[in-house]
């Protein structure tokens, strides 16, 4: 099989002296953020909700921030992720794992997707390059069989409009999931802000 050059985060503690500083101009989080994004898929109506405590959990020798992912279809919970998140100290977002919720009826029935750098020779992967370029693709998740979730910055200053406003200074990137059908799915950055289009969910406040 031909190797790819897909980037993924270098694992190594001593890179990440201030890692819950998490600056980067399209990915930044800190204590406080919240976003939402709501939408409709297949007919049914998606809201993610993105929050940030300020909890931390180390993960392979790094301290992380937790981003916690709460996801509802239809007014009904059905995904709740505790997302562990670091900054390299050359401004890479790195994502070293996640704690999954698969809920159905209010209560938890898998926890599929879950994965942790450093088990199971998983590590960590980007989901903000530092300096990103047209071209740039990567590993967001390298939990190999688990969560391999790749993604490719396709472009800068897509004009969009949403709920939360009308913004031109983005970065469109196209993930895909190699270990379902590959297709890709469409992610507007918005610099200082962040996520604003994941698919099919649009920002409604940040």
Request: charged residues 25%; negative net charge; aromatic residues 8%.
């Amino acid at each position: 099989e031909p190797t790819l050059d897909i980037a993924v985060c270098d694992p190594d503690p001593l890179n990440f002296t201030n890692p819950t500083t998490i600056d980067n101009e399209f990915f930044p989080l800190a204590a406080g953020t919240e976003l939402i994004l709501e939408g409709e898929d297949d007919g049914e109506i998606i809201r993610v909700e993105i929050t940030v405590s300020g909890d931390t959990e180390e993960v392979a020798g790094v301290v992380t921030l937790v981003m916690v992912e709460t996801e509802y279809e239809d007014g009904e919970l059905v995904e709740i992720s505790y997302n562990f998140i670091a900054q390299a100290d050359d401004g890479t977002v790195c994502y070293f794992g996640a704690v999954v919720d698969i809920y159905e009826n209010d209560e938890i029935v898998s926890n599929d997707g879950a994965w942790r750098a450093g088990v199971d020779g998983a590590l960590p992967g980007i989901l903000m390059p530092a300096d990103p370029q047209v071209g740039d693709t990567f590993f967001q998740e390298s939990a190999p069989g688990v969560a391999e979730d790749m993604s490719s910055v396709v472009a800068f200053g897509e004009a969009i409009s949403v709920t939360a406003g009308d913004f031109d200074d983005t970065l469109t990137a196209k993930d895909c999931n190699p270990l379902e059908d590959a297709e890709t799915d469409r992610k507007v950055y918005v610099r200082t802000i962040g996520l604003a289009i994941d698919e099919d969910a649009e920002l409604i406040s940040y």
